[in-house]
């Protein structure tokens, strides 16, 4: 039996974290993520959770400290935002070439600057060549489904790799909304006891983490995180059909929304698949093949099977929460286009960045998406590549 | 504290077949410090010279558990995994009891890994910090860092025409974490042996923070004979260049006076960072020298009631 | 050495942990020496500083006195002659030109017999 709750995202992710019982926490406030370090930081007070909760001096501090929690042996966990994230970078990479499982809660946030609190994606699209897994989450609901699934596809022993799970800012961190929650003892059995490999407080093997590793062994180990980042997709697949076992709820890499018979559709990920899928509702009531698919594993990069589930597309937008200033398109758009080439007749793919800084995205605005799409499909080809939804001209 | 030749019975937490140049002065440091510990102990280490030549895969020189995650976070990294025991320890799973040492060199510490030592000292993780202070970015080829003295030669510091060499003076770190008011402070100096041992013994077995500032004779950046390693270190605190002191519960304790004052000036003479100095352009910055340390000397007599 | 040389990726511990403690002295650093340290037994008085400063680890000391020189490992950088405070001012410790390494240096600093054109 579930429990029905009103939370919001952040309460959500704090109640997850609460239940997994990580051994540390190590974090640092980063507005729209502070909740979650705040609501954590209560229930330890509270004795509700039995974690050690390092209140570090910085983001950089908190994803230092939670490597050095993680190679010690102990579920170490920690959260962050945007600027945050930024800072952790040096060793955001470095938590993933040691093979560390952590969980780590990201509430997307426009990367400064200009300096902003609200959502886009720069931030974690700017940490996707990290070599952490991504997961993306629609709304609450998802986003605590994905942490406690994070966990299990992180320590799985093909896997050893750690794991962001993303909400939206202020969309999905500050809306409440009614969602389920699992008992604490069964989420208690899904997270099981963690067996650490070669931990450090094993001190009667002593082990040497982090050491120099030159041209003669590097290649070597990139190559065993690049495997680890590959065998992750089946992993994944296999925590969600456990998942669903327990909850009924089912997830994939993707989501696909009206997509078998559509000859148009919608790329997007996070809060904004909800408003796209009200705005395919209403366009298959005007008769429209209208479709969605909202990515929700961004790494691994599910291309093979997005290829698959896009083949049969005249038309097909990515929509990109950030840019990548790289004078084509936004990261979303050239990972779908790539994983689209070598398809036989493959649909014309174009572009839409929108919502950078939290600027609003309306169903006018995915709506107007889907009726370019519809002039594409028509003619057989796309006038541009990339379109900025939503900015004043 | 044990004698040579009891300690001499006990085997090296550290090997034979680091990389360290000849003479090198961190690897008695560490000698020592483990030497010291009276539990397992846990070690992790800030890039610098002393984690890459101790950890060349697939070789490491280390006998203990040894993380190094980045430069500027080794107290972080070290608060990490001692939260981790605290956890793990309250919740059963180990019930050993296990000591954790952080080690950075002087950039790693004064500079780049400040912020990162000084939120660690400020939780109160029970952990010793241990600066190996050369007193410049010596693994990346002699820069100046904020542990450089002044008049010092360095790559970024150099003298020359119109330059002494450094300007400024060193900052003190020691002092600045005695203004943490953590349990633990002290200096230290590989050549007093039984002096270095007897404060990391201390210092693990308080509980809660200690940190020691350890000064480390290079021979590539002070530039001098790699024989001369040790007895450099021993003339940094008869010069009182380097007093040896400790600050335990905020009590300042002297822990070696120098029957005779020596002059820096033959401190700096055996070192050809500072050649230039003795110039007749650059006497007077000799002088300089002098009068600060003695300024300071005093002043330390002064808070440990000599 | 935990990871043999003809290792292929997936056959090397992860994340380049070393899981040998202390593998390093299997890596020979006594090449680097031009001047070897030579123990004159009659004056040593088993101070045991040289045991304790060696930075190479390459002292060993024995039932509490000096043992020998690890010349596999000893770099020749002095500090052990330094600290000796000898018997009578006469130097346990001295170090005097390595002829094997200086064998070896005078070899690599020869002219090539064949030069390639």
């Known amino acids: 039996m579930s429990i029905r709750v009103a939370k919001t995202g952040n309460e959500a992710v704090a109640e997850a974290m609460r239940q997994m019982r990580p051994d540390v926490v190590a974090a640092y406030p980063i507005t729209p993520q502070t909740e979650i370090v705040q609501i954590f930081s209560g229930f330890v007070a509270d004795g509700l959770v039995d974690t050690e909760m390092v209140t570090v001096e910085s983001e950089h501090s908190a994803m230092s400290a939670t490597v050095g929690a993680a190679a010690a042996g102990a579920r170490a966990m920690t959260a962050t935002s945007a600027n945050g994230l930024a800072l952790m970078w040096e060793i955001v990479y470095i938590a993933a070439s040691m093979r560390l499982p952590i969980v780590m809660p990201v509430v997307n946030r426009a990367l400064s600057g200009p300096i902003n609190i609200h959502c886009d994606h720069s931030d974690t699209m700017g940490a996707r060549d990290s070599g952490w897994i991504q997961i993306f989450s629609e709304n609450a609901q998802e986003a605590y489904d994905n942490t406690l699934q994070a966990l299990r596809i992180a320590e799985n022993p093909n896997v050893l790799l750690p794991a962001m799970v993303t909400m939206d800012g202020f969309i999905i961190s500050h809306a409440m909304e009614v969602m389920e929650i699992l008992e604490d003892e069964k989420v208690r059995e899904w997270v099981g006891e963690y067996v650490p490999e070669n931990p450090l407080l094993d001190v009667d093997n002593p082990v040497t983490i982090g050491p120099l590793d030159l041209y003669d062994w590097n290649m070597e180990h990139k190559r065993q995180q690049a495997e680890a980042m590959v065998q ?30 559509a000859e148009v559709a919608v790329v997007v990920l996070g809060s904004t698949a909800g408003t796209a899928k009200v705005v395919v509702n209403e366009l298959r009531k005007q008769g429209v093949k209208a479709g969605l698919l909202k990515l929700r594993v961004f790494r691994p990069f599910p291309a093979e099977e997005i290829a698959a589930a896009l083949k049969h597309v005249k038309a097909i937008a990515v929509m990109d929460r950030s840019d990548s200033f790289n004078a084509i398109s936004g990261p979303v758009f050239a990972e779908v286009r790539s994983a689209m080439y070598g398809v036989q007749s493959a649909p014309a793919i174009v572009d839409y960045i929108y919502g950078i800084g939290g600027r609003d995205v309306t169903p006018e605005h995915i709506r107007k998406v889907y009726d370019d799409l519809a002039n594409i499909a028509a003619r057989g080809k796309a006038d541009r590549i990339l379109t900025y939804l939503g900015v004043r001209e | ?185 002290a200096q230290a100096s590989p050549a007093m042996w039984s002096d270095l041992m007897s404060k990391v013994n201390r210092a693990l077995a308080v509980e809660g923070p200690a940190f020691m500032n350890v000064i480390q004779p290079c021979v590539l950046g002070w530039k001098y004979d790699s024989s001369q390693s040790v007895a450099l270190a021993k003339l940094a605190v008869d010069t009182c260049y380097w007093p040896l002191y400790e600050v335990v519960e905020g009590k300042y304790k002297l822990s070696y006076k120098p029957k005779e004052k020596v002059p820096v000036r033959e401190f700096l003479q055996k070192q050809d960072r500072f050649r230039h100095l003795f110039t007749p352009k650059n006497e007077h910055i000799i002088d300089e020298i002098q009068a600060e340390i003695d300024r300071k000397w005093e002043a330390l007599l002064a808070k440990c009631g000599e | 050495m935990s990871v043999p040389k003809n290792a292929g990726w997936r056959d090397v511990p992860k994340a380049g942990r070393i899981l040998e403690p202390g593998s390093a002295a299997e890596y020979e650093t006594g090449g680097w020496r031009t001047y070897r340290p030579q123990h004159i037994p009659e004056n040593c008085i088993h101070c045991l500083f040289c045991w304790l400063y060696c930075p190479d680890m390459s002292v060993i000391a024995r039932d509490g006195k000096f043992g020998e020189i690890n010349y596999k490992s000893c770099k020749g950088c002095g500090v052990c002659a330094q600290v000796c405070p000898g018997k009578r001012g006469q130097k346990a410790l001295v170090m005097v030109l390595d002829e094997a390494a200086a064998a070896t240096a005078e070899e690599s600093c020869a002219e090539p017999k064949a030069q390639t054109k």
């Open chain 1, 232 to 261: 992750s997709k089946a992993v994944i697949l296999k925590v969600a059909e456990d998942y669903a076992k327990l909850t009924g709820r089912r997830y994939g890499l993707f989501e696909e929304y009206m997509l078998e018979d």
């Open chain 2, 1 to 185: 504290m044990a004698t040579l030749k009891e300690l001499s019975t006990r085997e090296f937490n550290i090997s034979s077949g680091h990389r360290a140049c000849a003479g090198c002065a961190f690897p008695m440091i560490i000698k020592q410090a483990l030497m010291a510990a009276d539990n397992p102990v846990v070690v992790g280490c800030a890039t610098g010279c002393m984690e890459v030549c101790t950890t060349i895969y697939p070789y490491t020189a280390w006998k203990v558990p040894f993380i190094h995650n980045a430069f500027e976070n080794s107290a972080a990294t070290v608060s990490g995994v001692e939260a981790a025991y605290q956890s793990l320890r309250r919740k059963g799973k180990i019930d050993k009891k296990i000591d954790f040492i952080a080690f950075g060199g002087d950039g790693g510490t004064y500079d780049i890994g400040f912020q990162s030592l000084s939120g660690a000292m400020e939780r109160g993780h029970d952990m010793l910090y241990i600066c190996y202070d050369n007193q410049a970015y010596m693994n990346t080829g002699i820069q100046r860092s904020s542990a450089t003295p002044r008049g010092a030669n360095t790559t970024t510091s150099p003298a020359g025409k119109e330059s002494f060499g450094k300007k400024q003076y060193r900052k003190d770190l020691t002092e600045v974490m005695v203004a943490h008011g953590i349990p633990f402070v």
